[in-house]
């Protein structure tokens, strides 16, 4: 039982001491929202993933292809 409230309170000070804007942190910069000109400019520049990456979204989503 005493393992118990040290381990609980123990964890209680671990998440209080935490500091928010380090949770806000993206992990990774694919989930980044573009918020700004600049990075809406950006995106629409990156040929790679609208030219490239999907390529095949056009055809597959439109009526110009035949299943045989």
């Known amino acids: 039982m005493k393992n ?3 381990y609980l309170l123990l964890l209680s000070i ?3 001491s935490c ?3 380090w949770l806000d942190a993206k992990p990774q910069q694919s989930l980044v ?3 700004t ?3 809406l400019q950006a ?6 993933t609208f030219n490239d990456y999907y ?3 056009t055809i597959t ?4 292809y035949y299943i045989t």
């Not at 989503?61 to 110009?64: A, L, P, T, V």
Request: proline share 4%; aromatic share 4%.
């Open 19 to 21: 500091k928010k804007d």
């Open 4 to 6: 118990s409230l040290i």
């Open 37 to 39: 000109l600049q990075n």
């Open 14 to 16: 671990l998440q209080l």
């Open 33 to 35: 929202v573009p918020n």
């Open 61 to 64: 989503g439109s009526d110009e």
């Open 43 to 48: 995106l629409l520049e990156d040929t790679y």
């Open 55 to 57: 390529s095949n979204t």
